[in-house]
């Protein structure tokens, strides 16, 4: 039996917005399979993520969506914003789904039941199923290798049943289920699971990459390269939810920026070739974590105390991608250089990134 | 909303909620008005950037520098000659008001706009013919006197407008002080010759050697002319009143690097010269001087620091680089000297107003210097000569009385440049010359053809805040630096100080500019909105669209404009189709009220299927 050629649809990446002093988008596809009409609240980040993310991937795409925001609050009335075929499946077996569909379509080609190039088939999976609920079924997908793309989009939270802690909702970050009081004044006391990472560690064969809606050229080109990769992928992207978040909405690209400029979100790829960890992204800026929290709701009844506990972290995460630390965020890391929240005009320490 | 694969029975295709139609199996879902949710609309609305607001001739900055970026470098050349005739001698002379106002410089540098624009001038010298073709003959003819920059400019309009043009100039050469002021080692001659046969090449008539109250009278204008503008500038330079201002030796700026333009200088300067006056008259001066050979200049002024001193700071600090030394807080009382100059008597003075034309308070208390010299240049400012013009037209400044359209009371008179801008609180310079050149040109336009005339355009909405855009998209970036003539080789010689960009200086600098408040299709707007509902049917400023039936308003777009071009503003009213939630179940004429009357016909179209699906 001749050997069946697969053909890949292997999308070309996107040149940089930032040529020399000018911003300029590169040109990106015509195609739309996020169309509007879809009733998440107004400025919603993982719907910036979803529509960045399938224009990237263009019209031969299938759509995955486990319960969430994402499923709930966008398809209503028989109608999704999906103009590609699209699938809502439980909130724990988005994994398990997904690989059926892409052992489906491998077979298909095989037995020359689907001609054309292989789809690109993409699980959107909120961080409640990626990190808790499905945690599993995506482990399986992602261990058995099938071609396909696994996206956590991370909101931090279960949104679509009231903003409850995950285990993605960040240390000091205000929930349903964490709310602040006396006895636990920072409100969550667990730092995040480090899932990304979790899930480079347990499946080195996959592309696995963070990304933020902050830099979407970057975000969309990681969603080509992990379709363009054989086998499977997973990509956590950051998307702030101006419901949980409580912020105002124009900030949301801008949130995301600045998640990754505190170093509360590195932005990383591992590569399941050389086996290692590719920290180059720099962000322009490095800013203490209080011109993150401050913006938002979630986070107004931390302390200094809190502040700095979370400064720390964000230090750390520096270090590990070998970014020198500058002086004003090592003193931003002690209690006694900061403001309670309440009160908080935090301090404007700007660094240049090396 | 889509419906992609999703089978519709027929007793699900009802229009919802009283407003949003059904959907269809093959359309899917037309309108799902989350438009109804918005309290502030997004809209794209275009200011006036602030160097094109500063421009003397309001040239399109923004917009050429926008075309530079993207290699359209003929149609930024076309763009910049609508305001400017000549971009080649703006682009080396002109005091560059642009730069000052430049957003960029209260952010890092501001945008070299002269050098990109010498660049596009220099282009369009290149051309074998020029961009800019003249208009269709209107039979009408107009004399323009003075070929200086206001009167250059105002030909220039006018023979694009279809008048027949006629310059009358006294000099025996045109340019007025773009010749016979700016020296050579700034603007070249060539260079304005070249621009001077494109006025020419667009059927304009220049006469030399011909002066208005001497070789033509008042009435001959009146009578051979359809309309005239004087542009005469100020030919004739100020004293300081010294005692001894007549002595051998003693020389007018104005004069001195007239006759070196012009090729008909006979002054010889001694080894010291001093100059009077802290201008850049005086600067041009000093600088010439040197050239001229002179050993030893200083400069004299009554301003008591260089920041008082109403120059470009630039053309001080290359002039103090060549070796000119400065002396301040002195006045010259006097030449002395046996009928030639061989010192001067200063005396400490300073200005008793607070500007520097206001009159000088001489400290008689203190001892007055003595200051050897063998030549010293007075550059203290001009004034007109108008022997020729109706008393009528004078006013109390001793130059020309004109409304507010740059006309001579109700005749076909029209008066630009120095000679109406002088103690206006304009400043004296090329651009402001061509700007109003341009203007009055218009207003004669007008006035033949019978239509009110324009005043001065008033601004709109200059964007100056940095905070109305969004700086996250702009890395800092040094300023292109044009290369120079080093000051050891440069101040002996004619040649031209400063040098051109190459082809990638000019849009590596234009690629800095942040397109203050004008959208140049970063695309940025129609990437980040989560509708998605912004469209655009071509890549272009000004066909970006938002679908204010789904825009829920969460400005998310207007954050991330970099050029801070969208605006919210809010919704007063819905005039789109889209009807408020709260008024859904209202029978009112329109969208919802129809489907309102669907809604109550809904039990006889599926009475069965509904029955068993309940
Ligand atoms: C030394 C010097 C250097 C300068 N350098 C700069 C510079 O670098 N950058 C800058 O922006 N500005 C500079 N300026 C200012 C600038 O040159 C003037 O603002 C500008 O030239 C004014 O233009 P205008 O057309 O009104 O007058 P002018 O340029 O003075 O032109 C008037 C013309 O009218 C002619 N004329 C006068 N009377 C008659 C008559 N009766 N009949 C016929 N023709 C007549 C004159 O001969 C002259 O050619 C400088 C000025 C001086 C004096
Ligand atoms: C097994 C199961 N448990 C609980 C739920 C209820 N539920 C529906 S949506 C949702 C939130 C999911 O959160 P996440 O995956 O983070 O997506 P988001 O809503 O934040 O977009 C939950 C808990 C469910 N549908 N199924
Ligand atoms: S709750 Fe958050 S995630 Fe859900 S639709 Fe609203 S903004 Fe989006
Ligand atoms: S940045 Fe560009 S548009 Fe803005 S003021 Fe400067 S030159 Fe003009
Ligand atoms: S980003 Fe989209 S939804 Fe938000 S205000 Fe702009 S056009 Fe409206
Ligand atoms: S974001 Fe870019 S494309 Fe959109 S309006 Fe602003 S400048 Fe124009
Ligand atoms: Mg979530």
């Not at chain 1, 080509?224 to 409580?246: D, E």
């Not at chain 2, 999703?6 to 059904?22: E, M, N, Q, R």
């Not at chain 2, 039979?139 to 694009?160: D, E, F, I, M």
């Not at chain 2, 970006?544 to 998310?556: A, E, F, M, Q, S």
Request: proline share 7%; hydrophobic share 35%; glycine share 8%.
């Amino acid at each position: 039996m001749p050997a069946i050629e697969i053909q890949r649809q292997m999308l070309p990446m996107f040149p940089s917005p930032n040529q020399g002093a000018r911003f300029y988008n590169p040109e990106l596809p015509e195609t739309e399979p996020f169309v509007p009409g879809h009733r998440t609240c107004a400025g919603c980040g993982p719907s910036i993520q979803y529509r960045m993310t399938s224009k990237a991937s263009g019209d031969n795409t299938i759509l995955v969506g486990p319960t969430g925001c994402m499923y709930v609050a966008n398809s209503s009335y028989l109608c999704t914003p999906y103009n590609v075929p699209w699938a809502h499946t439980q909130i724990g077996s988005s994994g398990s789904f997904t690989a059926g569909v892409a052992a489906a379509y491998e077979a298909m080609i095989r037995k020359g039941k689907w001609k054309g190039a292989f789809p690109n088939i993409i699980c959107e999976a909120g961080d409640g199923s990626a990190s808790d609920i499905g945690l599993a079924s995506i482990s399986g997908a992602l261990y058995r290798n099938h071609d396909c793309l696994i996206i956590c989009y991370d909101n931090e939270q279960y949104a679509n049943t009231g903003i409850q802690a995950s285990s993605r909702t960040p240390y000091g970050g205000m929930t349903t289920f964490s709310p602040p009081g006396p006895t636990i004044p920072e409100a969550k006391k667990l730092f995040p699971k480090d899932l990304a990472r979790m899930m480079a560690a347990g499946h080195p064969h996959c592309y696995v990459a963070t990304a933020s809606v902050g830099y979407p050229i970057d975000l969309m080109n990681k969603v080509r390269k992990g379709l363009n990769h054989k086998g499977a992928s997973y990509l956590m992207v950051y998307t702030p939810c101006q419901k949980g978040f409580v912020y105002e909405t124009p900030r949301s690209i801008d949130l995301g920026r600045l998640v990754v400029e505190c170093g509360l979100y590195p932005i990383w790829e591992w590569n399941p070739e050389k086996r290692e960890f590719d920290y180059s992204f720099r962000p322009q800026n490095m800013r203490p974590v209080s011109e993150y929290l401050k913006l938002q709701g979630r986070f107004g009844h931390l302390h200094a105390e809190h502040i700095a506990t979370l400064q720390k972290f964000a230090n750390e995460q520096w270090r590990m991608m070998k970014v020198e630390l500058p002086a004003a965020l090592i003193r931003a890391a002690d209690a006694k250089n900061l403001v309670d929240m309440a009160s908080a005009e935090a301090a404007a320490a700007i660094a240049e990134t090396v | 909303m889509s419906t992609k694969g999703t089978h519709i029975p027929d007793w699900l295709a009802v229009p919802f909620a009283g407003i949003t139609p059904a959907p269809s199996q093959e359309r899917g879902q037309d309108l799902f008005p989350t438009g109804n949710w918005r309290a502030i609309r997004p809209v794209y609305r275009d200011k006036m950037p602030p160097c094109n607001n500063a421009c003397g001739t309001n040239e399109k900055i923004q917009g050429y520098l926008d075309l530079v970026k993207r290699g359209k470098y003929l149609d930024a050349y076309a763009l910049i000659k609508e305001d400017m005739p000549f971009p080649s001698v703006t682009g080396r002379v002109c005091y560059h008001p642009c730069e000052q106002a430049c957003n960029r410089g209260q952010y890092d540098e501001a945008i070299s706009i002269r050098a990109v624009e010498r660049f596009l001038g220099d282009l369009g010298q290149a051309l074998p013919r020029d961009v800019v073709t003249a208009g269709r003959p209107n039979g009408k003819k107009v004399a323009v006197v003075g070929s200086g920059p206001a009167g250059h400019s105002a030909a220039y309009q006018l023979a694009r407008l279809g008048y027949t043009v006629t310059v009358l100039e006294k000099s025996p050469k045109a340019g007025g002080l773009n010749r016979g002021g700016i020296p050579d080692w700034v603007l070249p001659q060539d260079v304005l010759d070249r621009e001077i046969e494109r006025l020419v090449e667009l059927g304009i008539t220049i006469k030399t050697n011909t002066e208005v109250g001497k070789d033509v009278s008042w009435d001959e204008l009146k009578k051979n002319y359809d309309a005239c503008v004087l542009a005469v500038g100020l030919t004739e330079p100020n004293s300081v009143r010294a005692d001894g201002e007549d002595k051998h030796g003693v020389v007018y700026g104005l004069p001195f690097l007239r006759d070196i333009g012009m090729g008909t200088s006979k002054v010889k300067l001694g080894p010291r010269v001093a100059v009077i006056g802290g201008g850049n008259t005086a600067i041009d001066c000093a600088r010439e001087a040197l050239r001229q050979g002179a050993e030893e200049v200083t400069m004299i002024t009554v301003e008591g620091n260089t920041s008082e001193m109403p120059c470009v700071p630039e053309d001080l600090h290359d002039m103090v680089a060549e070796g000119v030394e400065l002396m301040h807080g002195r006045a010259m009382t006097a030449a002395l000297g046996n009928g030639k100059v061989e010192a001067l008597q200063l005396c400490r003075a300073r200005f008793s107003g607070a500007i520097n034309a206001s009159p000088i308070a001489v400290d008689r208390e203190s001892p007055a210097e003595r200051f050897a010299v063998d030549n010293v240049i007075i550059a203290v400012g001009q004034h007109a000569s108008l022997p020729w013009l109706p008393d009528e037209f004078k006013n109390e400044r001793g130059t020309i009385r004109i409304d507010r359209f740059g006309r001579l009371g109700d005749t076909n008179f029209f008066a630009a440049g120095d000679v109406v801008q002088v103690g206006s609180g304009q400043p004296l310079m090329v651009v402001n010359a061509v700007g109003d050149g341009k203007r009055v040109a218009f207003n004669v336009d007008k006035v033949l053809r019978g239509v009110p005339l324009q005043e001065r355009m008033v601004p709109i909405d200059v964007i100056t805040d940095l905070a109305r855009m969004n700086m996250t998209y702009f890395p800092k970036f040094p300023r292109v630096r044009q290369a120079m003539l080093e000051p050891a080789s440069r101040r002996r010689t004619q040649d031209e100080v400063i040098q051109a960009y190459s082809e990638e200086q000019a849009t590596e600098e234009a690629n800095r500019c942040f397109s203050c408040g004008t959208c140049n299709a970063c695309d940025n707007c129609y990437l980040v909105c989560p509708e998605p509902c912004i469209v655009r049917s071509v890549r272009s400023n000004g066909l970006y669209k938002i679908l204010v039936d789904y825009c829920k308003g969460c400005r998310v777009c207007i954050e991330e404009c970099p050029t801070g071009c969208l605006e919210g503003v809010p919704e007063l009213d819905f005039d789109t189709g889209v009807v408020r939630m709260d008024t859904a179940f209202a029978i009112t004429p329109g969208l919802h009220g129809r489907q309102a009357e669907e809604l109550r016909r809904l039990p006889d179209k599926a009475p069965k299927d509904i029955e068993n699906w309940r």
